[in-house]
């Protein structure tokens, strides 16, 4: 071998030894293949593998490698109504009563369910990328124009601010149509409308005739959503996060892409200062260490931008957000779901709905509605527990007055009834597992109309109102 073909291989084979893969042998652990049914209300959760202990605790995420001694799981935690997080737990093998394992079909959604919410905000910025923009200019107004499959959309917002949202309202009718399938085809196009600063949403409303103070309606003579945030001066703030970004992302590259040729040099420098072959080896295990390590701090500094830009982005936008996803939702419901030409839905159920989905955490693509509307949950148990509470007969009659105060004012009737709607429709959702059922879709159809409010929620819920009501109100004392 000559010299040259020598530390060729030194330096291969340190690379090799550094990139090999383990093959770990799994012993036997009793084994069951399971796919969990999901209601239409559960569509935000997904189906896992379980580890179940012999102290007969059970924990849940996806099996990784095994060896002899110890089981990888990544656990994947989702406590109601916060953010969904992973933990990656080494469980000892004599500790496991079984494995319940999911079919390969299943486990591959699954690892990619999590990989893509290990990497949501570079996925995310991937999606940005694909977002096709064109420019227009409607009423003498120049926007930034989006068309997809479900709504089009046209923003006064900068280019990468724009992206960004047409990015997050996709996922979120993605996750409408989980929790509650479109049935039809929209009629005419669904067009939203997102403004960059509150004057120009305010100039907005006061053309169309309208005096709101939310940020966001859904206008439906127009088959409209309108929606103002100060996203104009969130750019500023972004462009300062995106240009550290964009250098920290330069510099990892030049890293990685010089690691082996630096390897290369430091051999053939040691190599003719007369070092053996594994002193070679030893420093450049070292060198290997030591850019790993520069490497795994560009990468953590890298996802703290992410972080920073992201959580700068939801404090400019939460507000805009949590009303978009009420209104938006109505469109949806109005569009591709229940239109009030061939439907009768009542407005309580609308509201309630709407009032719902606001306040969903959005992950990974999905919109989880599992944890209660905090704000609806507080009015209602302090006003179930007051001297007069709101009767249900009052409620399932309420039209749509009722409702459109709270658009206008924060007025304690509308508040009331928006919580009340939330609060019946979470019953019926999550302990009744009425969405998107036969039984509710009878009780829209257009001929239920003519049946009195009571009787026509009673053939919905099966059960006498007042035996209805009693076990409702026990189960929202019990919601934390």
């Keep these: 071998m000559h010299e040259n073909d020598d530390v060729k291989y030194l330096a291969g084979l340190t690379l090799a030894i550094l990139s ?35 102290d007969g605790r059970e924990l849940s995420g996806l099996v990784g490698s095994q060896d002899e001694f110890w089981v990888y799981l990544t656990e994947i935690r989702r406590p109601v109504g916060r953010p969904m997080y992973l933990v990656v737990r080494p469980i000892e093998r004599t500790s496991i009563a079984r494995l319940v394992r999911l079919k390969p079909e299943e486990r591959a959604k699954l690892r ?43 923003s006064s917002a900068d280019e ?21 399938p479109p049935r039809i085809e929209a009629r005419r196009p669904l067009r939203l409308v997102i403004l960059g600063a509150l004057d120009e949403y305010d100039a907005y409303l006061e053309r169309l005739g309208l005096k709101i103070n939310n940020r966001a309606v859904f206008v439906e003579r127009e088959n409209l959503v309108v929606a103002g945030s100060e996203l104009a001066r969130f750019a500023a703030l ?22 082996p040729e630096r390897l290369h040099e430091i051999s053939e420098q040691l190599r003719k200062q007369g070092k053996t072959r594994n002193e070679i080896i030893t420093v450049l295990l070292r060198v290997k260490r030591e850019t790993d390590e520069e490497i795994k701090g560009k990468r953590n500094e890298i996802r703290r931008c992410d972080r920073q830009n992201e959580q700068a982005f939801d404090q400019v936008t939460r507000q805009m957000f949590t009303r978009l996803y009420h209104e938006a939702f109505h469109a949806y419901l109005e569009n591709y779901v229940f239109p009030h030409e061939n439907n009768h839905v009542p407005h309580w159920l609308n509201e309630g709905l709407a009032t ?13 509605v599992d944890a209660p509307n905090r704000p609806a949950l507080k009015k209602l ?31 304690e009737q509308s508040n009331r009834h928006y919580s009340y709607a939330w609060g019946l429709v979470y019953y019926l959702t999550f302990e009744k597992d009425l969405l998107d059922s036969p039984a509710l879709l009878r009780y829209v159809a257009p001929d239920a109309k003519t049946i009195p409010p009571v009787a026509r929620f009673e053939g919905l819920v099966g059960m006498p109102l007042a035996q209805f009501e009693k076990a409702w109100r026990e189960y929202i004392a019990t919601l934390p």
């Design 20 to 54: 090999a893969v383990w093959v770990l042998v799994e012993p036997a652990i009793p084994q069951v293949h399971s796919v969990p049914e999901q209601s239409p209300a559960e569509a935000g959760t997904w189906a896992m593998e379980r580890v179940i202990l012999l």
């Design 112 to 154: 990619g369910r999590i990989e893509q919410f290990r990497h949501r905000a570079r996925i995310e910025a991937g999606k940005m990328e694909a977002v096709r923009l064109g420019l227009v200019e409607i009423d003498g107004t120049h926007y930034r124009h989006y068309r997809g499959r479900w709504f089009s959309l046209d």
């Design 160 to 180: 990468r601010i724009t992206r960004r949202v047409i990015v997050r309202v996709e996922q979120i009718f993605a996750a409408y149509r989980q929790i509650l």
């Design 238 to 259: 972004l462009a300062k996060i995106n240009a550290r970004h964009d250098q920290l992302r330069d510099e990892l590259k030049q890293l990685q892409r010089s690691l």
């Design 356 to 368: 719902m989905f606001e306040a969903g955490l959005l992950e990974s693509g999905a919109l989880r």
């Design 381 to 411: 148990k302090s006003d179930l527990k007051g001297g007069q509470p709101l009767a249900l007969t009052e409620l399932l009659a309420a039209d749509q007055q009722s409702f459109l105060v709270a658009h206008d004012t924060s007025s």
